[in-house]
């Protein structure tokens, strides 16, 4: 029950230490991107769901790179390292200093297997056993290690698949690597493991038969197989992404969203759609990115880091960046790039332009061709535009800069100075016609290309 739950204290040790070897990759195994995060990005996600007292992840290979990217993801994470990789119970061993003065339950996940569900962890934070293992069925049990019971259910052991006789490789059910162990008898049998065995390390697995003759009792946990899914290699992060994508899909179409091509649309592991919202085809979702109910995503946008808010609609072809906040009813169309925004209610713009590092106020309407021209070459700027506002097309607002309340541009103006509130800004150079020249020009460009010729 999840009220036992809150009276029991919880830490999470999330083994990422590992190469990953198979990815042929610089990047270490758990920062290859998973539903548009880290892939340790789910792991941190699943922990989080117990609200644990702390998530402690051990990091080896690429330890820096690692640690910045779960300080992105979670900052109250601690970090431990394993500096030689010598299995995972020698990779637990080394978040015991970050677990001093606590004596709740420690879950053991791993940064490569994202699909854990929370349900299941809940699960195994409940059963009673001071040791409990997640286990599953597998369809093909293959050199899974083995768990092996009693009549009751208890856990016997875990046997490895290279030292099972006929009849223990016969079992279907499989050790996931997960376990829920109380942090004091995880102090007092870390230390007995030993390494006498092909591989030369300090294995997990090995806790079950030490608690067991210590008296200790040990328990299942059994979950769907698909949950237990690793990621060793490209090809099974490609299966992974398929999978996520296909239950975020499902999940977003259960929650009252419309996708009118649901296997084209892209989602991150945060993406936060509301009821009613329209998703057209193409459409992909980068973290960070907030729909309210009621708005609408046309074809082939690309959104990040933003916050879309209700009846407002976006695209086609429109992306919104880190920092782009659209206000009720606004409208970004077709060829606009949004980024570090806000666009207040009803501001509208249509086509063909950059809006970075600006405020827009309620019902401006944004010509085609604008650009806030916000940097310098050095430093970013930004541009204030008012309420009420019409900026005429293929304006050029050099910031900073602002217009105020009800004022205008026209169109072709490069606006270097604040507008006042009603009034017309026009900064182009005047209009002066020459009579004749175009044709004597062409004709000069064409004989000289005759001549070279």
């Not at 990422?16 to 990005?41: C, E, F, N, T, Y």
């Not at 769907?224 to 999940?251: K, M």
């Not at 309210?292 to 959104?303: D, K, Q, R, S, V």
């Not at 309340?405 to 182009?428: H, K, N, W």
Request: proline share 4%; with cysteine; net charge negative.
């Amino acid at each position: 029950m999840v009220a036992e739950q809150d009276n029991r204290d919880i830490a999470v040790v999330i083994l990422a230490a590992g190469q990953g070897s198979r990815m042929l990759s610089d990047l270490p195994k758990v920062l290859h991107r998973l539903g548009g995060v880290p892939m340790i990005g789910h792991a941190l996600a699943a922990a989080s769901s117990l609200q644990p007292d702390r998530i402690i992840v051990v990091a080896g290979h690429g330890a820096e790179a690692v640690q910045t990217a779960v300080g992105r993801l979670d900052p109250d994470a601690l970090i431990a390292l394993q500096t030689e990789q010598l299995g995972t119970g020698h990779a637990v061993a080394q978040a015991l200093p970050q677990l001093d003065g606590f004596s709740g339950r420690v879950i053991v996940l791993y940064g490569d297997t994202p699909f854990i569900a929370p349900e299941t962890l809940t699960r195994m934070v409940a059963d009673e056993a001071p040791v409990v293992v997640l286990g599953f069925h597998a369809a093909v049990a293959g050199r899974y290690g083995r768990l092996v019971t009693d009549q009751a259910g208890d856990l016997l052991r875990i046997t490895e698949f290279k030292d099972a006789d006929a009849a223990t490789r016969a079992i279907s059910l499989c050790n996931s690597g997960v376990m829920a162990i109380d942090a004091d008898l995880l102090r007092g049998l870390i230390g007995q493991l030993g390494n006498d065995n092909a591989s030369g390390e300090y294995y997990l697995t090995d806790l079950v038969a030490l608690a067991r003759d210590a008296g200790h009792r040990a328990a299942v946990v059994v979950c769907d197989e698909a949950e237990t899914l690793g990621v060793n290699s490209r090809a099974e992060l490609a299966t992974a992404e398929a999978i996520f994508q296909s239950r975020r899909r499902a999940e977003v179409l259960a929650q009252g969203v419309t996708l009118t091509a649901p296997e084209t649309v892209f989602l991150s592991l945060d993406t936060r759609i509301g009821r009613d919202a329209i998703i057209g085809p193409n459409v992909i979702f980068g973290p960070g990115v907030t729909v309210e109910g009621g708005a609408e995503i046309l074809g082939f946008c690309h959104l990040e880091g933003c916050h879309i808010a209700t009846g407002a609609s976006v695209g086609p072809f429109a992306r919104l960046r880190p920092g782009a906040e659209l206000g009720q009813s606004a409208h970004v169309g077709n060829f606009v790039e949004i980024k570090n925004a806000v666009l207040d209610q009803g501001v509208k713009v249509g086509h063909l332009s950059y809006i970075g590092d600006a405020d827009l106020g309620a019902r401006s309407n944004i010509g085609a061709g604008t650009v806030t021209c916000n940097y310098d070459g050095v430093m970013k700027h930004r541009t204030r535009i008012g309420r009420d506002v019409f900026i005429g097309s293929d304006t050029m607002l050099v910031a900073p800069v602002s217009v105020g309340d009800e004022a205008m541009t026209g169109s072709g103006s490069v606006i270097t100075q604040d507008v006042p509130d009603g009034a017309m800004a026009l900064g182009r150079a005047r209009q002066v016609n020459k009579p004749g020249l175009a044709r004597r020009l062409m004709q000069s460009l064409r004989d000289r290309k005759a001549r070279q010729a």
